[in-house]
Each structure stands twice: as C-alpha cells, then as structure tokens.
T-cell receptor, first 114, second 111 residues
Framework: KAGVTQTPRYLIKTRGQQVTLSCSPI?????VSWYQQTPGQGLQFLFE???????NKGNFPGRFSGRQFSNSRSEMNVSTLELGDSALYLC?????????????FGPGTRLTVT | TQLLEQSPQFLSIQEGENLTVYCNSS?????LQWYRQEPGEGPVLLVT???GGEVKKLKRLTFQFGDARKDSSLHITAAQPGDTGLYLC???????????WGAGTKLIIKP
C-alpha cells in the first residue's frame, strides 16, 4: 500500500505571496491532519479533515486554510506569507480520524519564505 | 490546555550505552504515542500505549505508560547509531480530536 505523499517537497516563496500544498493520504484513509513543524515551536496542529469536513482546528490565523476532496486528498493554503511561516508542513492520514490510535505521516513540504 | 514535556531535549551518548527519555504531563491522556523522525522525513509511529502501567517492548526499545496515564518513558538498551533521530511523544486527549505533541528529544548515538 502506498504511503502518504506530499507535493511539492520543497518550495521557496516571497513574503506576501500565497502557497498551496497538497497531500494524498493512504488509500482508504478518510482523515487528513496538517501540522507545522519548526525548530522553535515543534509540531503544531493546524487542522484535521474527515470526509471533506473540517473536524478540528488548531490556533493558527485565518491565513491558513484547507480543504479535502471526495477522494480524501487534501490541500492547505497559506495566504499573505510571512517570514515566520517558513517551516516543514506535514500531513498525516488515518483510517478513522478523531481519536485514532495511528497516524501515518508524509515526508513533508519544506516551505521557505524570503 | 494539555501539555507534554519531554526531557532531555538533547542527548548524545556512545554506542552501547543505555538511555531513558521522559514524557510528562499534569493531564490525563487516553493514549500516548512515541514517534521517531529522521531529518527531512515525517515522524514514524513506534508504539501506542493505552492502559495505565502498560509496558511494550520493541526490540531494544521499552515503552512504559504511567499508572495514572499522565506520563510515559522510552528506554533504549545498548543504543546503536541507527537509533539516532528525533523522538517525539504525543498524546490523545480524553475529549478532543487532536494529538498533543511534546517538543522532542534529539538523540545522537556516536559509534
């Protein structure tokens, strides 16, 4: 079974631009969660989508948004990029979502904002 | 707000030594997970502990969940260079749908 894939793997953007990241979960998994990882803050939860509905949301500004499609693929968008948005963005999929015991992570998208 | 504190933040030891990493909270978790992350990759789940007092072994790694389900530890016996990585603990709260993450322990095993 193929793992979680994320595209692109690396991205360089300029302040003020917007960016869209993509995540394809493991086949059959309906839950996709997004995380931001930085050296200073560690892993921080952005949001979770389950069956195309945002189920839970972390404490990030409205510039961070996401969506999930009927095939469970998910995208996250960051508008009006700031230097502090530079981070590794990880998505994770699980079969049932919510209080699931197992999440499977993709390799991440490394975003650099200059 | 539920928090997980990991210690130590950084550990560098020689191959063959033993080590323990701790994950502590003042809150109760329904389950705790341990992940290992290598540079440029996403975290990989090592184990999930669910029952208070539970002990799980994965080759040279021993994971324990505290009796009160507020803390956990990871013990590595005879560490090897392949154990090098960032070890993260994460807990599922009792009433929400997001994992609470510790800051991680960066482990380096020198040959």
């Amino acid at each position: 079974k193929a793992g979680v894939t994320q595209t692109p793997r690396y991205l360089i953007k300029t302040r003020g631009q917007q960016v869209t990241l993509s995540c394809s979960p493991i086949s059959g998994h309906r839950s996709v969660s997004w995380y931001q990882q930085t050296p200073g803050q560690g892993l921080q939860f952005l949001f979770e989508y389950f069956s195309e509905t945002q189920r839970n949301k972390g404490n990030f500004p409205g510039r961070f948004s996401g969506r999930q499609f009927s095939n469970s693929r998910s995208e996250m968008n960051v508008s009006t990029l700031e230097l502090g948005d530079s981070a590794l963005y990880l998505c994770a999929s699980s079969s049932t979502g919510g209080n699931s015991y197992e999440q499977y992570f993709g390799p991440g998208t490394r975003l650099t904002v200059t | 707000t539920q928090l997980l504190e990991q210690s130590p933040q950084f550990l560098s030891i020689q191959e063959g030594e033993n080590l323990t990493v701790y994950c502590n909270s003042s809150s109760v978790f329904s389950s705790l997970q341990w992940y290992r992350q290598e540079p440029g990759e996403g975290p990989v789940l090592l184990v999930t502990v669910v029952t208070g007092g539970e002990v799980k072994k994965l080759k040279r790694l021993t994971f324990q969940f505290g009796d009160a389900r507020k803390d956990s530890s990871l013990h590595i016996t005879a560490a090897q260079p392949g154990d090098t990585g960032l070890y993260l603990c994460a807990g599922w709260g009792e009433s929400n749908y997001q994992l609470i993450w510790g800051a991680g322990t960066k482990l380096i095993i020198k040959p």
